[in-house]
């Protein structure tokens, strides 16, 4: 991967390597996932650009139980996580889903939306309490943190979808990965797509992620709505990668 640098000089994160090499050059084998080793995970991933949807739901399915079971982050769900990212640009993301009429590339997003919420500053901040140094132990989860930059650039072309459901996924996706410190110069521009979840979305979780975006970066919130008491894992699709139950 080529390091490239922004008109000012300044250093600027590598960008994702193309999906293709990421499926070919990471041992998969010797990563783990919630059930093993991930030697069967290139097959699951190679089937999410299978022209068949309900193929390629199936197999979005199968990745959040390998590599999101229980929300948790495996060594597996970076790679995995760069993979998914990486073709989000794929022709074979622009199926439509039957029965629903959205295209797989929402479904994706929300995939990766669930998968960063799951490492997100909310739910690690949750665990420290409990677990005080628990960030500096699990390299794992640091891990995924460290490739929130790369992740978001990779979302963040389709805020502007001509897709509704594709544009919100994409806006929560990039909201939950601008906690990163290096992101911090795009909070305004996304601040905008906070307030069109609020002002379009009937999505309470995603509705959600708006207002602690805006209330976290300093811009003027909505007052507040009844959002239930959440328990530990209610974020984004939180029941498990709800997005991807049947009907197909």
């Given amino acids: 991967m080529n390091h490239s640098r922004s008109n000012a000089g300044a250093p600027r994160e590598p960008d994702l390597p193309p999906h293709q090499v990421v ?17 069967d995970l290139p097959k699951v991933l190679t089937r999410l650009l299978e022209p068949d949807p309900k193929v390629q739901v199936t197999a979005l399915s199968e990745l ?28 074979a993301t622009t199926t439509l889903r039957p029965y629903r009429n959205v295209p797989i590339r929402a ?27 628990f960030l500096t132990h699990d390299t794992t989860v640091a891990a995924f943190r460290d490739l929130r930059p790369m992740l978001y650039r990779a979302v963040a072309p389709f805020l502007q ?10 806006a929560i996706a990039a909201l939950i990965l ?16 906070a307030r069109r979840v609020l002002d379009t979305s009937s999505d309470d979780p995603n509705r959600r992620v708006a207002r602690k975006a805006l209330g976290a970066w ?8 009844p959002f239930p008491e959440e328990p530990w894992d209610w974020g984004p699709h939180s029941n498990g990668r709800g997005d991807l139950e049947p009907p197909f």
Avoid: C, K
Avoid at 25 to 31: A, M, P, Q, Y
Avoid at 181 to 189: I, Q, W
């Fill in 23 to 39: 499926l070919a050059e990471t041992d998969w084998g010797s990563l783990q996932t919630a059930f093993g080793n991930g030697e």
């Fill in 64 to 91: 959040g139980e390998l590599v999101g079971h229980q929300n948790t982050i495996y060594e597996a769900t970076t790679p995995v996580a760069m993979y998914v990212a990486g073709i989000l640009t794929h022709p």
């Fill in 107 to 133: 479904t994706l997003l929300n995939w990766l939306v669930s998968t960063a919420y799951d490492a997100s500053d909310e739910i690690v901040g949750r665990t420290e309490q409990y677990f005080p140094g």
């Fill in 161 to 170: 979808d001509s897709h509704e459901d594709v544009r919100e996924a994409a």
């Fill in 178 to 193: 601008a906690e990163h410190s290096a992101l911090a110069e795009h909070r305004d521009h996304l601040a905008v797509h």
């Fill in 218 to 225: 300093g811009h003027d919130v909505p007052d507040p709505e």
